[in-house]
């Protein structure tokens, strides 16, 4: 939880987060960022957190109660780059034309390509990987289930499920194997598969 940061007033009263607490807080969670790539999330103390930040205990305690904390803090983060990649999106052009849509999967891979890497590689980091998976399936269902009836709901909780974990799954993949195809080519089958099946895929392919 973070504890009361320092703001400043701007123009009219309205206050707007101290730019050296921006700069803490994004030191802070980059450096959890780097510290996930080697090693397990309950092995990582407060101390190393906040040396490979460049800051003390006492600066680190006044943003954050642990590096729990932070990972949630990291969550968020991440949905919030989902959600950035699909905002501005209207439902009914998705529906007639889903390319873009689906390209824009390639601009949240590529916001953090390095940490996406790591996350979904190393099998340290599988907790890592679920909460992530969780979390855009969260998001992917505010979304979308407003755009659905009632009696529609459980298919699209189904549709989702399956979607989420099947692409995240392949981008794994695809990382494992050394990222040997363009990444929008990856996502151009990803898209094929989830919209045509695997018949659809055999057909271009054929």
Not at 79 to 103: L, Y
Not at 160 to 181: A, D, M, N, Q
């Amino acid at each position: 939880m973070v504890r009361g940061a320092v703001q400043k007033k701007e123009a009219g009263g309205a206050r707007r987060p101290d730019r050296r607490v921006i700069r803490t807080k994004t030191a802070i969670r980059e450096a959890l960022k780097t510290l996930l790539t080697q090693k397990r999330m309950e092995e990582i103390t407060v101390t190393e957190l906040a040396c490979l930040a460049g800051v003390n205990r006492k600066t680190f305690y006044n943003y954050y109660s642990g590096v729990y904390s932070v990972m949630d803090e990291i969550e968020d983060e991440i949905a919030g780059n989902f959600r950035k990649a699909f905002e501005n999106v209207n439902f009914q052009t998705v529906i007639r034309n889903p390319d873009e849509a689906f390209h824009r999967l390639d601009v949240w891979i590529m916001s953090d390509e390095k940490f996406y890497e790591k996350v979904m590689t190393l099998e340290s980091q599988y907790s890592l990987r679920q909460k992530i998976m969780d979390s855009l399936k969260e998001t992917m269902w505010k979304s979308l289930s407003p755009h659905f009836r009632d009696d529609q709901q459980l298919a699209l909780e189904v549709a989702i499920e399956y979607g989420i974990s099947g692409i995240l799954e392949v981008y794994r993949k695809w990382f494992l194997c050394g990222k040997k195809t363009d990444l929008a080519t990856i996502t151009d089958d990803i898209r094929m598969v989830t919209l045509d099946g695997i018949l659809g895929l055999a057909k271009e392919y054929r």
